[in-house]
């Protein structure tokens, strides 16, 4: 598994950063930028507005797999698995079969409905058909959603049977639920995932004020350009499997375009974690 390999430090484009992109179109530009591989969404969401990419169109499949085959790129996830009230997880499970099948090492999933019992046995199901296909299920906190936060997420890991679940680590999200060192610390190596980069402005929104919503999902800024103390939380972090730069910006997408803004977000992540910890050789860490 990628996670039990730290010789190298990885660099992931999701699919957030440049939403609405082809998976294909995905995967080459982040050949192109220079990143080391991607996170697809290729699942589902159920919104009237969603326009499916899923690995079970064997088209789809089969240009995913070309796409990865010739800029060998890394599929390191694929997302987003919900669990909500209107969804039952066990559509996702052929995604998960084809996603391990282009290797990707995680899926990731988040919690949006407030029937605990319901949450659990739904989180539990999907963590059984990620083992089941050799993946590791990546719990998201999110401030709007149903686990809100860091301390959140690791409770319900422990309360959860399944030992392949980890907690993925979003700056945002992470700054805006409120955290203490203790807490980052405590995190067993064997449940940390991904750490999703960026930075933000240091104003720290009501659930139902607008930039709760808007910033996360299009004015996220490159690092060091914000106010979350980014380099005291990754000094503390242990080194995750890989970092995917999740950083969507409307006006950074329209004033370099998707390339100029894909290619912006791994030079300013390089750069910033060369001054922080004692250098980025080859796209390796070194602290």
Same mark, same amino acid.
């Given at each position: 598994m990628l996670k039990n390999n730290i010789s190298k430090t990885y660099f992931s484009l999701p699919y957030l950063t440049l939403p609405g992109i082809h998976p294909v179109d995905q995967i080459y530009i982040a050949k192109q930028c220079g990143f080391d591989g991607v996170g697809l969404r290729t699942l589902s969401q159920g919104w009237p507005s969603d326009r499916t990419n899923s690995l079970t169109c064997k088209d789809m499949f089969i240009a995913v797999q070309r796409a990865l085959s010739e800029t060998q790129m890394i599929l390191f996830d694929i997302e987003l698995g919900r669990v909500t009230d209107n969804v039952d997880v066990s559509s996702y499970e052929e995604d998960f079969a084809r996603g391990a099948e282009l290797g990707a090492r995680f899926v990731t999933a988040s919690v949006w409905t407030d029937n605990k019992t319901f949450a659990q046995q739904q989180f539990e199901r999907m963590a059984q058909f990620a %083992?089941?296909?050799?993946?590791?299920?990546?719990? &998201? *906190?999110?401030? *709007?959603? %149903?686990?809100?936060?860091?301390?959140?997420?690791?409770?319900?890991?422990?309360?959860?049977?399944?030992? $392949?679940?980890?907690?993925?680590?979003?700056? +945002? =999200?992470? #700054?805006?639920?409120? #955290?203490? $060192?203790?807490? +980052?610390?405590?995190?067993?190596? $064997?449940?940390?995932?991904?750490? =999703?980069?960026?930075?933000?402005?240091? *104003?720290?929104?009501?659930?139902? =004020?607008?930039?709760?919503?808007?910033?996360?999902?299009?004015?996220?800024?490159?690092?060091?350009?914000? &106010?979350?103390?980014?380099?005291?939380?990754?000094?503390?972090?242990?080194?995750?499997?890989?970092?995917?730069?999740?950083?969507?910006?409307?006006?950074f997408i329209k004033e370099k375009g998707l390339i100029g803004h894909a290619k912006k977000c791994l030079e300013t992540t390089k750069l910033y974690l060369r001054k922080l910890y004692s250098g980025v050789k080859d796209g390796s860490v070194q602290r």
């Open positions: %083992s089941k296909y050799g993946m590791d299920l990546s719990l &998201e *906190f999110v401030p *709007f959603s %149903s686990i809100k936060s860091l301390k959140e997420a690791l409770m319900w890991i422990q309360s959860l049977e399944a030992s $392949n679940v980890c907690v993925l680590i979003d700056l +945002l =999200h992470l #700054y805006r639920s409120g #955290y203490d $060192n203790t807490i +980052l610390e405590s995190i067993p190596e $064997n449940r940390m995932g991904c750490i =999703h980069l960026c930075d933000g402005p240091g *104003f720290i929104p009501p659930i139902n =004020h607008p930039d709760m919503i808007g910033v996360t999902r299009a004015r996220r800024l490159y690092l060091g350009d914000g &106010e979350i103390p980014v380099g005291e939380i990754l000094s503390i972090l242990k080194i995750p499997p890989y970092y995917a730069i999740e950083l969507p910006n409307e006006d």
